[in-house]
């Protein structure tokens, strides 16, 4: 029998604040702007109700490449809300920005001591 293996891992992808022409994209909080607007879309939905945190959803993260503003955006979010990664993807499209699949290494063991 055939052992199961785990479905592969979502894509991710960084929308970096930077023109194809290499002009850094304004204003300097469009990272935090863009992922704010994603916040909802999480591992089981919105959470609300007393003792809620405001935070960014897992699946658009804003983060820097560099000294570079960027959007961390997972693939999975295309899953779940296909309209929010149109949404991202159109901003990035509509405003020129970079767009890059990012290459995640796959896990390796680390050597045996001895």
Same mark, same amino acid.
């Given at each position: 029998?055939? =052992? ?10 960084? @929308? ?30 919105? !959470?609300g109700g007393p003792g ?8 658009? !993260? ?19 809300? =296909? ?18 699949? !990012?290459? @995640?290494?796959?896990?390796?063991? =680390?050597?045996?001591?001895?």
């Amino acid at each position: 029998m055939k =052992p199961l293996t785990p479905p592969p891992k979502p894509r991710e992808f960084v @929308v970096q604040g930077l023109t194809k022409e290499g002009r850094t994209f304004r204003p300097s909080d469009w990272a935090e702007r863009l992922a704010g607007a994603m916040s909802c879309f999480r591992p089981g939905g919105t !959470v609300g109700g007393p003792g809620a945190r405001i935070g960014y959803s897992p699946y658009c !993260v804003p983060t820097s490449v560099g000294s570079v503003k960027a959007v961390l955006i997972s693939e999975a979010l295309k899953e779940i809300e =296909p309209m929010a990664w149109d949404f991202v993807m159109n901003f990035a499209r509509d405003n020129d920005l970079q767009v890059a699949e !990012v290459c @995640v290494l796959p896990d390796v063991p =680390p050597p045996a001591k001895g």
